[in-house]
């Protein structure tokens, strides 16, 4: 069983930019491919960035595509995601979650953190 645990999330003003963590424990991080989602009210979880166990692939939502990073070290058992340009439409709680594939789809994921809220403010 792996626990995932994130932080990082707050309130900001549009165009500015956090730093999302996920720290993992349980299971050694490499051997899972993580994501990072969100779900603001009365909406679906929606899928917003993945990586690959090794970090050498990586996939964004179109709605985040170069403003949103996800990254990871292993040897931190950490996995991130910057924002920059944040928009108040961002606002939403954010989850980062483990998979043993590398996928897009949230129903893949079997493991998740208990999210982290932000907020944008206009």
């Known amino acids: 069983q792996v626990q995932l645990v994130e932080s990082g999330g707050g309130l900001v003003q549009a165009g500015g930019s956090l730093r999302l963590s996920c720290v993992v424990s349980g299971r050694t991080l490499n051997t899972y491919s993580m994501g990072w989602f969100r779900q603001a009210p009365g909406k679906e979880r929606e899928f917003l960035a993945a990586i690959a166990y090794s970090g050498s692939s990586t996939s964004y939502a179109d709605s985040v595509k170069g403003r949103f990073t996800i990254s990871r070290d292993n040897t931190k058992n950490t996995v991130y995601l910057q924002m920059n340009s944040l928009k108040p439409e961002d606002t939403a709680v954010y989850y980062c979650?483990?998979?043993?594939?590398?996928?897009?789809?949230?129903?893949?994921?079997?493991?998740w953190g208990q999210g982290t809220q932000v907020t944008v403010s206009s």
């Open positions: 979650a483990a998979a043993r594939n590398f996928v897009v789809i949230v129903s893949a994921y079997d493991s």
